[in-house]
């Protein structure tokens, strides 16, 4: 049966005709809906959703003729939390209410405040418009088109792991039970290895049908570029692909580098988990860690970088003599590069304690795991951990979930969390904070039903009902596989510029600022000590490794041509 189409919903007043006109446009694609005023938008959206319409958008009108516009989105808001939201004004409001507008967008009462389009084609506002129409698509909805079929029983752990790790390469995928009618007929010419079924089982019309795939052969069956020849010897091997990577990426291979990029898990790194960054420069209304990540992917691949997810590097021999090529040891080969850029981030750390661990994948996850949120509508979650990552889980958990609860060992998230975020969380009904406590137990038949927080100032204990651990634990850096020579301070992130020992500068001369103790060796991002732990802070720093790359292989070949850092 064909799906039904999603509403958006206008809820006008003084611009009806001209807001219904502009929304044409999408009539082919939407069920387009009109109310006046929040009594009728209230009726309108209750009646959808009692006939299983989807609703992707509220577009409301700053005045309405029975409410506030942003009292009736709040209140449209509470009925269906899933759906985007824009408040639409004429000229005469924004300027008189433009402190307003601006505060309910810092507070997340809504993703965009838009002027009503005075003029024919206005392309920014329909811009805005379809950037939220995707994200809501792609965070919110079943995927229009199914890149890939995932077949498993509810609550296989492995089907959990790849489906997220789909999510985060923007691939759209949809997962089925066993005994449904489509997933009987894709399973009929299925050959199971030993005879017997097992899950999960991956079908696409962009590969073989893959009984119990790994992660890293779904890494080299998606989006892997061309191979390259065992005796190739890069300019510049990037080992992470979370921003600092990408950046550093983009620059080197749109410079004239040949460069190859490695990550252990999906291009985008830690950053690229999350549902939503807000304070990116250039993003008024934010952007996804995925669509950053899959932009950043692009752009490198024009430029000529050859990119590898759930390739993980797991050794590096250094070069026999100066200027010769280190070597990179993956599972299943060796590369070759000149120069090296190690941003291979940090991982959340783990929590420690053994009933909890059980049920990773079984309702405990590291990290904000988005592909999950869907899976939490109506119930009560716990997110612990208390920096940005953490609250951009929240927020977004909050979209499914019936309660959203932030476990942190301090008094409050004023010294970890960005402002924007916290007061995102406060005006928010569904999220509130417990400070001062850890999650110290875990329970469930077959998988998470309930955790034991601790009052770390009583003592106190309180078994709660739980369908959700999200656990976004501080960072431990992944670098366990450099060696030795590559110096790190006693947390194991890795010294650059003066924080290098003297006893490895030159003369009088440190590194550079983000040159290691091995020339031709920099670091970039998260895993460097000292760095800010932010995405634009790390794009900065690879992109800024770039210059020193130049230096250092035009020293090598004083007279090469090519090899001088651009101006600009």
Known sequence: MKPLQPAIVLVGDSHADQLQHEFQRYAADYRVEFARGLGQAMSLVQSLLAQHVEIALFAVEFTQPDAPGLVTVDCLHAVSSVTKRALVYGAEEFRVHRETLREAQVEGRIEAGLGIPRGERDEEFHTAITELLSDWGWSSSKPVFEAVQLIAPSGNAEAGRLRDFLDRLGVPARSYSPETPVAQQLLADVEWPDGAPAYPVLTSPLTDTLVRPTIAELGRRFYAFDDFEDDEIFDLAIIGAGPAGLAAAVYGASEGLSTVVFDSE?????????????????????????????????????????????????????????????????????????????????????????????????????????????????????????????????????????????????????????????????INPRIGVKPCCEVVDAGGATRLEWVTLRDNRTGAELQKPCAGLFLLLGADPCCDWLPREIAQDTKGFVLTGRDVPRESWIGDCPPEPLGTTVPGIFAAGDIRAGSMKRVASASGEGAAAIPSVHDYLASLTPAAEGLEAPSA
């Not at 909890?356 to 109506?378: M, N, P, Q």
């Not at 909050?398 to 960005?418: C, E, G, H, N, Y």
């Open 266 to 426: 999906a291009i985008g790194g830690q950053a690229g988990t999350s549902s939503m960054i807000r304070n990116y420069l250039g993003f008024p209304r934010g952007i996804s860690g995925m669509r950053l990540a899959q932009r950043a992917r692009a752009q490198a691949s024009r430029f000529g970088a050859k990119l590898y997810s759930a390739r993980p590097v797991v050794g590096m021999e250094l070069a026999a003599e100066a200027g010769g090529p280190h070597a990179l040891r993956l599972e299943d080969r060796v590369v070759h590069a000149r120069t090296l850029i190690v941003a291979a981030g940090v991982a959340y750390r783990r929590i420690g304690v053994e009933q909890i661990e059980k049920f990773v994948g079984l309702g405990v996850h590291y990290g904000a795991a988005t592909s999950s949120a869907r899976e939490c509508e109506g119930k009560d979650v716990i997110v612990v951990g208390g920096g940005n990552s953490a609250g951009q889980a929240a927020v977004h958990l909050s979209r499914f979930a019936r309660s959203v609860k932030i476990v942190i060992r301090r008094p409050d998230l004023s010294q970890t969390m960005s402002d924007y975020l916290i007061r995102e969380i406060e």
